[in-house]
């Protein structure tokens, strides 16, 4: 780094020097002392030809052509023909065109500096009751470390106290601050937005999160890609060319001055600055959205994309043991069913265990402490709670050989189509409910997959190892062109080979196992929020949002920011040579010649700068990321509501007279004051609001009447609970009440899915 800035010192130290001396020289000049301003002029031209001829000397020693000897032979020859004013007036170009390349180059990198600029270097490390200020490579695994409100995070590690308030803005992109409870993870390089907490460190500072994203920020500063080393070798072309124009202007008007001109006008500077100011603009765009590009090189191949080969558990599904439903015997309540089995698996350290006591935690479920517990190596648990024996486990520990119920066997059936793990629960010997687990998918991912068909992408692939009939169900769901199912991480490797001698061909997972595909595939990219530091570490690519939608995203800056480079060399050297026939005609003298070169350079470096801009998407202005934000977060708010819908359709199966009564009067309640009212708040304030980012209202057009099916299909339901009692209850109406109710929850859920899609768009992503 520190012969970076030497570098810069000296091209600085050259302008200034040549500024001089052309501001002397003119002073000499109107002083008609010419002798003395051409003395000045050519003294300000010197150094930066001596400091030129070195760097040239020191590429050809190294093996590299540069470029540059174009300015050079040009300077040199104003000296020798006399033209001490075009002279210093290259130079200045020459030198001015290295320092707005610095500053260009300054401004790209910014927010990849900032990245490391505010890396924490101290840690407040608690010894007993005192609080020591300890450099952070010395605090250890296991250190309980005190973060102060507006501090950035240390080290990775899980959250001691009741909740924390962390802003992961630098890493995520993210806008809006998010909550981490007792036991969940605060990631390095996040920023404390609420009161003091304190972590208990899980990694070193060299193994943390934001030493990894420093290794990658410096590693993307330092890259050179393909498209940029392809402008050098064509830029190499442009030297025999313009000696060729040069040597033809000199022989047919028989005057030097004019071959100098062309020599002047032919400095590459378009091809020289272009390529790279557009491409580390578009890595540190990239870097805006929470996406770290370890360089050019991989955000040259993205921009070339064909193929996206995705893992499929914690990359295009949420990954782990999920509840996706609560299954009731008669009588009996979800929330209860939950909170006895979560009471029991606390004491279990096993993923499942896990995933239960969570799903109890965000409903806000008050768990008991359990008593004489004993574990069932791969079968389950059994413990006292509140004086009752529970049992927590699968079908044969809890049920064991005693004929099924009717309301067991219908949540075998749903276990089984929806590939989900079925744990039953029995209350002191009488089964009361089971619990259905599974790895659904995440809510961007179809969003996600349709952006990268627009994006161009031609080919969508899923390798797993996970088994045939869950991997088909996800593949059809996504409607994916190919599912590679039950692939060990060798298959994996062996499949993104042979999608990679077809075509460019992409990577994307989140795991250890996915690690040797990452390294294999011409571009990896890891989701790097949660996912193992070794397939972060193989990865060309990471998200550090845990949203796979942002894979699109790095496409389009991949494709906007390669275009962008070729529009600039195109048009800079067209500019150029545009230049150098006017010169070689006689229509452009030096000094002009290199005032001209100067403007197309300005030109050419400001174009370049626009990759770090998200674009303008038909004119139309964008939407805050932070509001569309707030519109998700209120439909995420409504999925418990909504899972309570499907819980009552299917307690109606089996439910009795009364008990129908009150579930229909309770669905009815939830409709109206929950549903309808939030569908109308969408229609008065949300929509007006949303419109004025979008191009037309067509969309939203198909939103109102999405939101006129819901309120209708909740008059019918109104209709039905309405002084509905016990002595009108049959079949056909507990039929007719699923259908309704079901129909709402379904029409609910796709809305929902569809009215996000509107807000991405409306954001530009």
Known sequence: ???????????????????????FGFVAWLANRRDVAEC??????????????????????????????????????AIVLGEALAGIVIAIMYAGGNVLEDIAVARAQRDLRSLIDRAPRIAHRRDGSTITDTPIEQVEVGDIVLVRSGEVVPVDGAVTSA??????????????????????????????????????????????????????????????????????????????????????????????IRALAVLVAATPCPLILAAPVAFISGVARAAKRGILVKGSSPLEALAQTHTVMF?????????????????????????????????LEQASHHVVAAAIVQAATARVLKLSAASQVRETAGAGLEGMIDGRMIRVGSHQLVVGSQKPEAWVVRA??????????????????????????????????????????????????????????????????????????????????????????????????????????????????????RGASASSEAADVVILVDRVDRIPDVIKI????????????????????????????????????????????????????????????????????????????????????????REIADALDQAEAASAVALIAEADSIVATKIVTHEQDDESE???????????????????????????QSRLLHR??????????????????????????????????QEEEIYEYAIGA
Not at 9 to 18: G, H, K, N, S, Y
Not at 212 to 233: H, L, N, Q, T, W
Request: with cysteine; hydrophobic share 50%.
């Open 558 to 645: 991949a494709k906007r920011t390669r275009s962008i480079a070729l529009q600039s060399i195109v048009s800079g050297m067209m500019l150029s040579g545009l230049a150098m026939a006017l010169a070689a005609i006689g229509w452009l003298p030096p000094v002009g010649g290199a005032l001209t070169q100067e403007v197309i350079d300005v030109a050419v470096i400001l174009n370049a700068l626009r990759a770090l801009s998200p674009g303008r998407a038909n004119g139309r202005r964008r939407m805050p990321a932070a509001k569309a934000g707030s519109l998700q977060a209120d439909h995420a708010q409504m999925e418990p509501t909504l899972d309570r819908l």
């Open 311 to 343: 893992d499929k558990t914690g990359t295009l599904t949420v990954g782990g043991a999920r509840l996706v439903a609560i299954e009731v015997a008669p009588n009996h309540q979800a929330d209860e069913v939950l909170r006895l089995a979560a009471s």
């Open 40 to 77: 000045c002029w050519i003294g300000g031209t010197i150094p930066v030809v001596i400091v030129l001829l070195v760097s040239i000397v020191r590429d050809f020693a190294a093996g590299r052509m540069g470029v540059d000897s174009i300015a050079l032979v040009s300077m040199a020859g």
């Open 720 to 753: 039905l609970a309405d002084g509905l009692s016990a002595e009108d209850i049959d079949p056909y109406l507990i039929r007719d009440a699923q259908r309704v109710i079901e129909s709402i929850e379904a029409l609910v859920r796709i809305h929902n899915a």
């Open 163 to 256: 909740e924390a308030t962390i802003d992961e803005s630098a890493l995520s992109g993210e806008p809006i601050p998010v909550s981490r409870g007792c036991g969940e993870l605060a990631r390095s390089g996040s920023l404390n937005a609420g009161g003091p907490f304190e972590i208990r460190t899980s990694a070193a500072a060299g193994e943390s999160t934001y030493a990894g994203i420093i290794r990658m920020v410096s590693a993307a500063e330092s890259a050179k890609s393909p498209f940029i080393r392809m402008a050098d070798r064509y830029a190499l072309l442009l030297l025999p060319m313009a000696l060729l124009v040069a040597g033809g202007a000199w022989f047919f008007s028989g005057d030097p």
């Open 412 to 529: 075998l059936r749903r276990g089984a189509w929806r590939s989900a793990l079925t744990v039953f629960v029995a209350v002191d010997g009488f089964t009361i409910g089971a619990l259905l687990l599974g790895d659904e998918l995440r809510r961007e991912t179809p969003r996600a997959v349709q952006a990268l068909r627009s994006a161009g992408v031609s080919r969508i692939v899923m390798v797993t190892g996970d088994r045939a009939e869950a991997a088909e169900t996800i593949g059809a769901a996504l409607d994916l062109d190919a599912v590679l199912s039950d692939r060990e991480p060798a298959d994996k490797v062996d499949a993104v080979a042979t999608e990679k001698r077809r075509n460019l061909t992409v990577m994307v997972g989140d795991g250890i196992n996915d690690a040797p595909a990452l390294a294999a595939a011409n571009v990896g990219i890891a989701l790097g929020a």
């Open 686 to 712: 949300v929509y007006p609001h949303v419109a004025k980012y979008l191009a037309d209202r067509h969309g939203l057009g198909a939103m109102s009447r999405a939101h006129r099916e819901i309120i209708h």
């Open 1 to 23: 780094m520190a012969w970076l800035w030497s570098e810069r010192f000296l091209r600085r130290a050259l302008i200034a020097v040549a500024i001089v001396g052309l501001l």
